[in-house]
């Protein structure tokens, strides 16, 4: 368990949901400290096994998904604890989380295992040009075949990918791809795209699709409620990502701070967003009172069972970096919602609710004259932050083909604006901006 369990409030403040990520990664040694060491005795254990829909796979209630890095050894001390299903894609940390989980599940029972993944379809012809890229998958993954290959589509039509569909058949008969699935956060970028329950509740009619990936979390209810009603009718496996929406005022002060001292400008608007920040933060500490919180832990703790406890859900896919976060998280299975935990959910969404871009929205977007893409490098400093993705965060965002967050700078805000939910999303543009930049 963390070394940090015994934080006083101050402590706390910094380091929990309103600063860094809260229990698991940001408390528990990093990825670098996990790999390569002896694993520490795990006591916690998988407690709950769902049936993944119509695949009739029993899934762990808790999966392992992560963008980028992944200990192998943790990833064995997972599995040792029972669980059982992995997503993953050929682009988390271009292509090493396949890697890690082929060096992972090596001489364990292939059939007890359930693999997820995903390809680029971008720019593939045909099933010739599909396969070869499975194959480079396989053989990262080091098995014969895949669970579910999940398209990514960023549109209602493009649900209908013919090549995929094609291919997902000849995959199926030749033994290579069991099922189908769908897995999105929206559109990637300003009027290129839909939103997520678009896109994934035309991926249930279209009624090809066996298993679905989408964002669902405390904050973000709705688009997933849809989903997720739609979804169990037709039976279809339902797993989750982006479950903790927890809030960073700290890390974003903490930036501001060093953008000062490095002689970055702060302008006018932004120095009113960092004092409408520095009042969340005190709602933060009447809310710590309010709820006698004692550990960080405990309100993302809140935030995975609220998703654990909805019975359709059939997985919450977690990044698992270190031995810590395989007790912590596994300590959760099987777990229920308790008062204590909706109150605590309910009072965190008052008093802090606005300080989560929300995943899979892009509301803002068409408010932006210079298009740049509000929820996609959101997410990616999400990356950066929440699951110490950083390399591959800030490579996303050099390759990202539209307007940089820089436009921000001398920007009015029209985004903030149309904001339904007050996030102060033009300071947090201009800080993802600084902290994704290649230097
Ligand atoms: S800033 Fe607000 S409207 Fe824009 S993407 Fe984030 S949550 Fe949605
Ligand atoms: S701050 Fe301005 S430039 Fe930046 S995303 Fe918002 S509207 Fe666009």
New binding site residues.
């Given amino acids: 368990m963390s070394k940090r369990k015994g934080l006083d409030r101050r402590d706390f403040i910094k380091a929990s949901a309103f600063g860094l990520a809260g229990v698991g990664t940001t408390l528990a040694a990093g990825p670098a400290a996990a790999s390569g060491q002896t694993a520490p005795p795990v006591s916690a254990k998988i407690k709950s096994y769902r049936t993944l829909g119509r695949t009739g796979f029993k899934a762990s209630d808790i999966g392992i998904g992560t963008s980028q890095t992944f200990p192998t050894e943790v990833l064995k001390a997972a599995l040792d604890a029972g669980v059982n299903y992995f997503d993953t894609s050929e682009g988390y940390g271009r292509g090493q989380a396949e890697r890690s989980i082929g060096e992972a599940i090596k001489g364990r029972d292939r059939k007890s295992l359930f693999i997820t993944t995903k390809l680029r379809f971008d720019g593939l012809a045909d099933t010739a040009a599909v396969a070869a890229k499975l194959d480079q998958s396989l053989e990262r993954l080091q098995t014969d075949y895949v669970d579910c290959l999940m398209l990514g589509p960023s549109t209602a039509a493009s649900v209908k990918n013919e090549v995929y569909h094609q291919a997902i058949e000849e995959f199926k008969k030749q033994g290579k791809v069991r099922f189908s699935g769908a897995g999105t956060h929206g559109s990637r970028m300003p009027g290129q795209g839909e939103p997520m329950d678009t896109i994934l509740l035309a991926a249930v009619e279209d009624g090809r699709f066996d298993v679905l990936l989408l964002v669902y979390n405390f904050l973000q209810k709705e688009p997933g409620e849809k989903i997720l009603e739609a979804a169990s009718k037709k039976n279809l496996g339902l797993t989750i990502m982006k479950s903790n929406p927890l809030g960073r005022y700290y890390d974003t002060k903490n930036r501001i701070e060093q953008m000062t001292k490095d002689g970055q400008p702060i302008d006018e608007r932004m120095q009113k967003s960092m004092e409408q920040m520095a009042e969340t933060a005190k709602q933060a500490e009447a809310f710590i009172q309010k709820n006698g919180l004692k550990t960080p832990a405990e309100v993302k703790a809140a935030a995975l069972k609220f998703v654990l406890a909805d019975a359709r859900v059939h997985t919450l896919n977690l990044a698992f970096n270190t031995f810590d976060d395989v007790q912590n998280f596994l300590a959760l299975s099987g777990a229920g919602l308790g008062g204590k935990d909706r109150v605590l959910l309910a009072s965190y969404e008052k008093d802090c609710g606005s300080l989560y871009c929300r995943h899979a929205c892009g509301v803002?977007e068409s408010?932006?004259?210079?298009g740049?893409a509000?929820n996609t490098i959101m997410r990616y400093n999400h990356y950066f932050e929440a699951q110490g993705s950083e390399k591959y965060a800030m490579e996303e965002y050099a390759a990202l083909e539209t307007?940089k967050?820089d436009?921000?700078r001398t920007?009015?805000?029209?985004?903030?604006r149309a904001c339904p939910y007050g996030v102060p999303?033009?300071t947090l543009?201009c800080l993802a901006h600084t902290q994704l930049t290649l230097p």
């Fill in positions: 803002c408010e932006c004259p210079s740049v509000v307007a967050a436009a921000c920007c009015a805000g029209w985004c903030e999303v033009r543009l």
